[in-house]
């Protein structure tokens, strides 16, 4: 079975700063993994996704992750936070194309809410 | 632009009611997701969808139905409400072309509560 943990309940950061928000995973096989936003009272907005190749992706809104396969991590970085960014990060991993019960099922960790302060 | 819509943004039912969540996808995906929200726990799958008429259970479906009987539409069925529904239900669609591995996409929520 597939599972994502996001360690930290909350991550503050000052405007300006650089911003990581965490995220391991465990898998058997390849992983596929996916950062999604949500913003206060809407639905989540996909931000980019971990498929194969360059192990930096980069997404939405000045977003990268950065896949590292030794240490089973997908972090979410950006280099200069904004205050819009203030915002709840959820880590999310699916099971391999063509494994019986996938059907592009996700798995979510618990998520993380970020404070961007002034 | 890809849409999800859901039937309301806020709902409050009482305890015992029958509620139904709806969903719409003019996407047309074949696949289509039920979620609940809870602090501290993230989205937890209710049931899924792979097809018109097609459903399986998520990993807490105890206490919930679905029905999907047109290929744009989603719905969340509580037979009988109780409390510890209360929580914010997000739907999603999500289409697979080949091996390509697509995002899901999420309508805006609804946050029900019971009473």
């Known amino acids: 079975a597939q599972s994502v943990a996001q360690p930290e309940d909350q991550v503050n950061v000052a405007e300006g700063n650089p911003l990581t928000v965490k995220c391991t995973y465990s898998?058997?096989?390849?992983?596929?993994l996916f950062w999604y936003v949500q913003y206060p009272n809407r639905g989540l907005q996909f931000l980019l996704k971990?498929?194969?190749?360059?192990?930096l992706v980069k997404g939405s809104y000045g977003f990268e992750a950065e896949f590292n396969k030794s240490q089973t991590s997908f972090h979410l970085k950006k280099p200069s936070a904004l205050v819009s960014d203030s915002a709840l990060y959820f880590c999310?991993?699916?099971?391999?194309?063509?494994?019986?019960?996938?059907?592009?099922?996700?798995?979510f960790g618990a998520g993380t809410q970020v404070v961007v302060t002034p | 632009d890809v849409k999800v819509t859901q039937s309301s943004r806020y709902l409050v039912k009482r305890t015992g009611e029958k509620v139904f969540l709806e969903c719409v996808q003019d996407?047309?995906?074949?696949?289509m997701f039920w979620y609940r929200q809870d602090p501290g726990l993230g989205l937890r799958l209710i049931y899924f969808?792979?097809?018109?008429?097609?459903?399986e259970k998520g990993d807490i479906p105890e206490g919930y139905s679905v029905s999907r009987e047109k290929k744009e539409r989603f719905s969340l069925i509580l037979e009988s409400a109780s409390t510890n529904q209360t929580s914010m239900y997000l739907c999603?669609?999500?289409?697979?072309?080949?091996?390509?591995?697509?995002?899901?996409?999420f309508g805006p929520g609804t946050r029900l509560t019971v009473l």
């Open positions: 969808s792979y097809d018109v008429k097609m459903k």
């Open positions: 999310a991993v699916r099971l391999s194309w063509g494994t019986t019960d996938s059907w592009g099922k996700l798995q």
């Open positions: 898998v058997s096989g390849n992983p596929y």
């Open positions: 971990y498929i194969t190749g360059d192990n």
């Open positions: 996407m047309d995906h074949e696949n």
């Open positions: 999603a669609s999500h289409n697979e072309a080949g091996a390509t591995y697509n995002e899901q996409f």
